[in-house]
């Protein structure tokens, strides 16, 4: 499975982005698809996750952003709204199979006060 990240760039505060992720391969509705960010000099944190009926948001996140996925197009959203500078970071799209996790290339995002 290889995943590609499109998506991030720099908005001011209050902004919005949409992050999108294209999974190859047949079995990607059998995935639990998230998103992680990075920022610099912190751990990699789960930011939203997505399985087939159920989503998952970081409390940091919760209201102001919305993980979607589209299983006939291999592709996971996120649609991110009222930024705030504390979402800077480098995003990252990841796919868990249970048995074995798939990481994307990161796509940084930068919100400017």
């Given at each position: 499975?290889?995943?590609?990240?499109f998506g991030?760039?720099?908005?001011?505060?209050?902004?919005?982005?949409?992050?999108?992720?294209?999974?190859?391969?047949?079995?990607?509705?059998?995935?639990?698809?998230?998103?992680?960010?990075?920022?610099?000099?912190?751990?990699?944190?789960?930011?939203?996750?997505?399985?087939?009926?159920?989503?998952?948001?970081a409390?940091?996140?919760?209201?102001?952003?919305?993980i979607?996925r589209?299983?006939?197009?291999?592709?996971?959203?996120?649609?991110?709204?009222?930024?705030?500078?504390?979402?800077?970071?480098?995003?990252?799209?990841?796919?868990?199979?249970?048995?074995?996790?798939?990481?994307?290339?990161?796509?940084?995002?930068?919100?400017?006060?």
């Amino acid at each position: 499975v290889q995943l590609q990240a499109f998506g991030g760039g720099l908005v001011q505060a209050g902004g919005s982005l949409s992050l999108s992720c294209a999974a190859s391969g047949s079995s990607f509705r059998a995935a639990v698809m998230g998103w992680y960010r990075q920022a610099p000099g912190k751990k990699r944190e789960l930011v939203a996750a997505i399985s087939n009926s159920i989503t998952n948001y970081a409390d940091s996140v919760k209201g102001r952003f919305t993980i979607s996925r589209d299983n006939a197009k291999n592709t996971v959203y996120l649609q991110m709204n009222s930024l705030k500078p504390e979402d800077t970071g480098v995003y990252y799209c990841n796919a868990d199979f249970g048995f074995k996790n798939y990481w994307g290339q990161g796509t940084q995002v930068t919100v400017s006060s």
